[in-house]
């Protein structure tokens, strides 16, 4: 057979016909987290485009969650990078993660460009953010942790409390709420407090990497504990108590709050030192749990008895930023810089 050149009717590439018994075979292309010895995955974003050839996704273990979500998973990264397995990720979001490929690469960890509806199909959502990262599921603390940050005093203040509240959603938005109030952390009863999923996880936006959340053997023994190392327990209401406003919450307190449809149980509220409620029209039942988190925990930044962390420098003898009367005699934060408020006394 006399040697030719002869063009596929599908693709329109051009192959070179030698002998009809050996038909011409095209080289395997090497996926991108293949790659061993790399210091840089430069090479790999410059050449690596969404449509990589396909590869076998990796069986999810026991203790091993998929999470997704830009934040949560740049937070599982800075935390806990060692917990990495595997990582997900579409093309447009290779060079805004390239530190995490790099580190892959380096690291002999896989990682693989997928399309969004494969990534859907890898993280079970759409709500993934172009990006899932195959990891060992954050450490659930229990009553052991528990106890030696409490002896040793590293268990500040405010913590909350979660009683009934299983919703992940909820559960996500609580965490991250908390962790911009600065709360110490979130406790529950074992039997009760959900774990922490990939969708509670998203929410969160890299809270669930930083907040401890414990989950106790004996809540109401537990609570107790508290009480007598000097921390109060405020339970949370939709129809009873006090107003939030009518007294300051300390630093030094417990916040319970309780599911949306069956509020706090009897045992937990029977340990509350107070009962205390948000006012509102009464138009709708009652707030939803995360909102009603971020108003009470407002309420505690804003008038906090004992240290204020997290407060920047340059902070008043009250230990917080610039409070200052208005001429109606409340007390409101004076957002203008340390320069700008020379001018004004002058």
């Known amino acids: 057979m006399r040697r030719g050149l002869f063009q596929t009717t599908l693709t329109g590439e051009l192959f070179i016909a030698m002998k009809p018994s050996q038909p011409a075979k095209s080289k395997p292309l090497k996926p991108p987290y293949a790659s061993k ?15 990589s050839p396909p590869s076998p996704e990796r069986h999810q273990g026991k203790n091993e969650e998929k999470y997704h979500g830009l934040r949560a998973c740049e937070a599982l990264f800075n935390r806990r990078p060692a ?5 997900y990720i579409i093309d447009q979001r290779r060079r ?3 530190r995490l490929l790099e580190w892959c690469a380096s690291n002999r960890r896989g990682f693989q460009v997928v399309e969004q509806e494969n990534l859907s199909r890898i993280s079970g959502t759409i709500h ?3 990006i899932a990262i195959l990891a060992r599921e954050i450490p659930r603390l229990g009553t052991p942790e528990f106890s030696i940050a409490l002896e040793n005093g590293r268990l500040k203040g405010p913590l909350l409390y979660l009683d009934g509240v299983h919703n992940p959603h909820n559960v996500g938005s ?4 908390a962790s911009h109030f600065g709360v110490g952390a979130v406790l529950g009863a074992r039997n009760d407090l959900p774990p922490l999923s990939p969708a509670a996880v998203r929410v969160a936006e890299g809270a669930a990497e930083c907040l401890p959340v414990y989950a ?10 508290l009480k007598r190392a000097g921390f109060e327990i405020v339970a949370t209401s939709s129809h009873r108590g006090d107003l939030v406003y009518a007294s300051p919450l ?21 340990l509350a030192d107070r009962l205390i409620r948000i006012p509102g029209t009464a138009v709708v039942e009652s707030l939803n749990v995360s909102v009603a988190c971020g108003i009470l925990l407002s309420e505690v930044w804003r008038h906090p008895i004992g240290p204020s962390p997290g407060v920047a420098a340059g902070a008043g003898s009250s230990g917080r930023r610039g409070v200052r009367p208005d001429n109606r005699g409340r007390q409101r934060l004076d957002t203008t810089s340390p320069s700008r408020a020379r001018r004004v006394n002058k």
């Open 37 to 51: 010895g790399r210091s840089s995955v430069a090479p790999v974003l410059a050449t690596a485009t969404a449509k």
């Open 83 to 87: 917990d990495i397995i595997r990582v």
């Open 96 to 98: 805004h993660c390239a």
């Open 128 to 130: 993934h953010e172009g």
């Open 174 to 177: 609580i965490l991250r709420t």
């Open 216 to 225: 106790l053997a004996d809540a109401p023994a537990d609570l107790d504990r």
């Open 250 to 270: 300390g630093r030094n307190v417990v916040l319970v709050l309780g599911s949306e449809g069956e509020g706090i149980s009897r045992p937990i509220e029977g």
